[in-house]
């Protein structure tokens, strides 16, 4: 539901610079139980860096899987009914578990899924791997070398019973050495999108950066994020975000500094009763694509080429203004994206029985 | 958490009464401080759900010359468990099921906020207070928005995976659709506002949402109410109404608001600071459909010149914060913005 990945295209960047940074994103974890309270929205950085959103402990864990090495290339994913699998691996029943995020490792191909067993506020967080030849595991969070970051929480501390307020974590992803985390609070209409240098590093929390929209040139709200892909291939790399209000828009990563005010160009108008899940950015023929999970209306495959020479949307539009984009109409139930590989996606999806976690072309 | 031996133990043997496949005796396989004790050490240990071929995750090893099955996670009461122990050509084969603790009351809704009947057409959200921690994911199945006719509002609400509980699991943040709500956003334009001036609504709570122990609450919930014309206008403590408490009393230090203000901010938003700039610890209350901040002193009231510490990013039912409106026209931009953070309101105990 939540969540997104980053780039393909920073991962080949990052993989390409790897000889000189290796090492670099782990070297100052330390080893010991990560205090995991739960695990929602997830991430890979290099270096097998599983990021982790946990909202009720208001942390991002960053967490060292040591699963470096993989063809990924050659990996197929296919595990009918995932969900009874690893509910009876958790010693439960599938109505008893909750699967929050699906990740790739570009490492390796395993899938990385963070779960809860159970449903409530105290329900166990787990995270469970799948591997090419479909066998679940779970990532052992004993003696795992990791790094934390506490997400400020504006809340008046100590006072008790009466401090509920909370962040929702909506999405977050790597990039060019930074953490950036979507969130939504359960009080004020907030719009933060914080970005927090990693490797993480205790005297900064990082900046929220305050996300706005502007409709028709004239009425500006506070706009939460609700999923985002980063992308961008030799060039200024740029968030491609869904808001909670339903537009698709685009703003330069650069732009998330400290202070200041972001207003994303609307680059295309979804529709109505729609609600986007899930975003993966992909590379097919030389051009950049972004393929996104929705509610209602199937996948849709998102033309990336040029973007940023789409003049934003100001004005009122029919259904399909803005970007290009088709809609793969087969695809319905997706419930989670990742992309497994160059030519593949994972999705875990849900035809009226169980779930499944299945590879796909990557249209 | 670990089960009592001795209860899980006589399950245990109660449910062996079923026995599978080959020859087996309950006193073979036992159920020991949570953990399945096989007679010997020679021979292979399985731990499945039953009709699963899933081993249960845990660490097997040998103790004391019999092999043991610890479980990564406890055993859970009424899930049924299969147990098979294969040595040298011997089957023992067991299933079991721990029976349920003791069923505490059942979970109620116990609020909903804003308390008032009557609510803006742009109402932001709803506050659903329960008295248990609840299941995550089920909460937009389980809420529904009736109009005048009885018939539900399509999709007025924001659905997001996560959904926005407080960290007990007790209270849900429910948010209108933002895209019925801010202007010029095809949302709106396609379905029109959610909620619409002159109408009656309910908000209906199932009665079958289930409880975080997966059970259904006591009862549903119906909240009516009536929608009244947008509000556009931001809070403003020029008009609040400060009414100071006596020297030396503990009596409540009130504030009356020109509007229903954001029960869960009233909360943590405003703070009582005395003439030494110190906190005075105390308890809040609020009342009459949010309009009315109470505060109770631990201790009596010292004279001198206090404060009330507001932060600015107090909203009222609308979304609109002493700070900033929901929606700016930026083509007539007639609101204002305070700029500060925290505002300071003086008063004087009497």
New interface residues.
């Given amino acids: 539901m939540m969540r997104m990945k980053l780039g393909i295209a920073l991962v080949a960047l990052a993989a390409l610079s790897a000889p000189a940074m290796a090492q670099d994103l782990t070297k100052d974890m330390k080893k010991g139980t990560p205090d995991l309270k739960s695990a929602g929205p997830l991430a890979f950085a290099p270096e097998g860096v599983l990021l982790v959103g946990d909202p009720i402990g208001g942390a991002i864990f960053a967490l060292a899987t040591e699963d470096t090495k993989g063809s990924p290339d050659s990996v197929k994913l296919d595990v009918p009914a995932i969900d009874e699998k690893v509910a009876a691996a958790l010693g439960t029943s599938p109505n008893d578990i909750l699967i929050n995020d699906l990740s790739v490792n570009p490492a390796s191909g395993t899938a990385y899924l963070s779960m809860s067993r159970g449903k409530g506020p105290s329900a166990t967080p787990v995270i469970v791997t799948v591997d090419g030849t479909g066998k679940i595991a779970e990532l052992s969070l004993k003696s795992i070398a990791f790094s934390k970051a506490t997400l400020p929480n504006p809340a008046n501390p100590g006072e008790g019973k009466n401090n509920q307020r909370a962040e929702a974590i909506t999405d977050l992803a790597y990039a060019e050495g930074r953490v950036i985390v979507a969130g939504l609070s359960n009080e004020e209409f907030s719009s933060n999108l914080r970005s927090i240098p990693f490797p993480f590093k205790a005297a900064d929390p990082g900046s929220a950066v305050e996300i706005f929209h502007g409709a028709h040139g004239r009425f500006e709200t506070k706009s939460p994020v609700r999923t985002f892909a980063i992308y961008g291939v030799g060039k200024q790399p740029n968030v491609l975000a869904a808001y909670t209000c339903t537009p698709l828009v685009r703003f330069p990563l650069s732009d998330l500094k400290p202070g200041t005010k972001v207003r994303g160009t609307t680059v295309a108008e979804l529709g109505n009763r729609n609600r986007p899940l899930d975003i993966i950015i992909y590379q097919s023929g030389g051009k950049d694509y972004a393929l996104m999970a929705n509610s209602s209306r199937g996948v849709m495959k998102i033309q990336l080429e040029n973007m940023e020479k789409i003049p934003g949307i100001t004005e009122k539009i029919n259904d399909k203004a803005g970007a290009a984009y088709e809609t793969i109409a087969s695809l319905k139930g997706v419930d989670q994206l990742d992309r497994l590989n160059k030519d593949n996606a994972v999705i875990l999806v849900r035809d009226g029985g169980p779930l499944n976690l299945k590879t796909i072309p990557l249209p | 958490m670990n089960f009592p031996a001795r209860a899980a133990a006589i399950a245990f043997i109660a449910v062996a009464a079923v026995p599978q496949g080959c020859a087996s005796s309950s006193t073979e396989l036992t159920l020991e401080d949570g953990r399945i004790v096989a007679p010997s050490a020679d021979g292979v240990l399985k731990v ?2 039953a009709r ?1 071929d ?4 845990g660490e097997i090893r040998t103790e004391n010359g019999r092999r043991v099955f610890e ?6 009461p009424g ?1 049924e ?1 299969h147990v098979v122990f294969e040595s040298s050509g011997r089957r023992l084969e067991k299933r079991f099921i721990l029976p349920a603790p003791a069923a505490s009351p059942p979970t109620a809704v116990t609020a909903v906020f804003p308390g008032r009947d009557a609510l803006p057409e742009n109402l ?1 959200k709803f506050y659903l207070h329960f008295s248990a ?6 909460a937009y199945q389980r809420v529904r928005l009736l109009d005048g006719a009885g018939k539900p509002v ?2 007025p609400f ?12 007790t ?1 849900l ?1 429910l ?1 209108f ?3 019925r709500i ?6 709106r ?3 029109g506002p959610a909620l619409e001036e002159g109408k009656s609504y309910t908000l209906v709570i199932d009665a079958e949402w ?5 059970r259904p609450l006591r009862e549903g919930h119906r909240k009516p109410f009536k929608v009244v014309a947008p509000d556009e206008r931001q809070p403003d403590p020029k008009k609040w109404k400060i009414l100071p408490p006596k020297v030396g009393s503990k009596e409540p230090l009130a504030i009356q608001f020109e509007e229903s203000l ?1 029960e ?2 009233l ?2 938003s405003i ?1 009582v600071v005395d003439a030494a700039g110190a906190p005075v610890e105390g308890r ?1 209350e609020i009342a009459l459909q949010e309009t009315l901040w109470s505060f109770i002193p631990a201790g009596p009231w010292k004279p001198g010149a206090h404060s009330l510490q507001v ?1 600015t ?1 107090l ?1 009222d039912m609308a ?1 609109n ?1 002493i700070d ?1 409106p ?6 007539r931009p007639v609101e204002k913005s305070i700029g500060a953070k925290v505002l300071r309101l003086p008063f004087t105990p009497k």
């Avoid at chain 2, 899933?54 to 995750?57: D, E, G, K, R």
């Avoid at chain 2, 929901?326 to 083509?331: A, G």
Wanted: proline letters at 9%.
């Fill in positions: 499945t759900v699963s899933v081993p249960l995750f479980p990564r996670f406890p055993f859970k899930v468990y932001l921690p609840m299941s995550r994911r089920e399509e999709l924001l659905e997001i995976g996560e959904e926005l509980w407080d960290r007990s699991g209270r943040t948010l659709d933002p895209g801010k202007r010029g956003l095809k949302p334009e396609d379905s289930p409880d975080a122990q997966g954001d869960a901010m909360h943590r703070i809040i932060d990013v909203e979304g914060s900033r929901f929606e700016v026209d930026v083509v």
